[in-house]
């Protein structure tokens, strides 16, 4: 009897070990989840700043070609046939 009630304290005494450990786990898998969740976010914000920065860069090409630069005038003439385009198709589309 002596030898069951001291395996008994042995597997209490593992059990509870065990659960410390399960609940430190569980604080660090809590923790890595919401660092997961932080980093997400910024992402989602750089990807946002980056998307700002190509359409800045898109507009400062255009207006440096205005203002006589070579090197983006084909790009900009083809942007201003296609707005005119989408204006022609708009004027085609209330004139029906």
Known sequence: MSELSEITIAIQYKVNILLRKMK????INESLLSEIQESEDTVLR?????????????????????LG???????????????????????????E
């Open 24 to 27: 430190a786990l569980e604080e």
């Open 46 to 66: 750089q990807i946002q700043v980056i998307e700002d920065l190509k359409s800045q860069n898109e507009s400062l090409r255009i207006a440096n070609s205005l």
């Open 69 to 95: 630069s070579d090197d983006f005038k084909r790009e900009t003439k083809l942007k201003i046939n296609s707005i005119i385009r989408e204006v022609d198709y708009c004027i085609e589309q209330l004139s």
